[in-house]
């Protein structure tokens, strides 16, 4: 009998887990937002998730990336969204390269002003979203296989990944 050797492609990607690269579940929820607001449909999802537009950081070119809004200030309309996958993913690299190109939530829409979180702050809204919303926490703690209850797995979590700002430029309303 010979050694089998297992091929780990995207069809065999695990359903839930990943601590270095997303599951088939998590990739099918965070991407959802997306043909929601391409078709005009994004305001169903109130403003539990917003889409980011990014100018590619070579090519110039307009991308979209869905992402959860972990904290939202209603009188500033800032949101707060975290790159989940870490410092490397390509919408990162390209907002610390340009500025981004439009956020649209709800039924808005604007071209945003953005600054990454410190620490300290990307802690804060840590700890106010595990308060406010235990299941999505918990998905969250699900689909990274890491337990987020204690301040120390949280702080380590957000040192390890950005946050970002995002609010509307004061006269660039769409």
Known sequence: MGVRTVHRGPATRPLLGFRRRPGRLALFVFRL???????GGGWLLGHVFLVLTHAGRRTGRPHD????VLAEDRTTEEAVICSVWGPRTDWVRNLRANPPLLVRIGRQSYVPHHRFLTDEEAFAVGVAFRRRHPLRMRM????????LR????LREFVRTRPFVALRPRLTERK
């Open 33 to 39: 937002p997306l043909p929601l607001y391409r078709t």
């Open 65 to 68: 990336t869905a992402a959860m």
């Open 150 to 153: 204690s301040d120390e797995a």
């Open 140 to 147: 969250v703690e699900l689909a990274f296989g890491v337990d």
